[in-house]
């Protein structure tokens, strides 16, 4: 989450000035999940008591249905 843009996850508990912004993460996703070479994924840095709103919460659970959706395109079975 510390990538992204302070005003986009209010609740992250590092403040990035001129960070991306989540559209251009969005478009970054796909790409980064249908890497063969990624073997895992993290989220860290969400804190929910910061953000009353739960944007921070609702874009980190959006990351990982994404990054998910681009891996499944990578499974062996």
Not at 5 to 17: D, I, K, M, Q, R
């Amino acid at each position: 989450m510390d990538v992204l843009e302070s005003a986009h996850v209010p609740g992250a508990e590092a403040f990035t000035l001129f960070g991306l912004t989540v559209r251009e993460l969005w478009s970054v996703l796909p790409k980064l999940g249908s890497n063969k070479k990624l073997k895992g994924f993290d989220i860290v840095e969400v804190s929910p008591h910061y953000d009353q709103s739960e944007l921070t919460a609702m874009t980190a659970a959006g990351i990982i249905v994404e990054l998910l959706a681009a891996c499944a395109g990578n499974v062996i079975i």
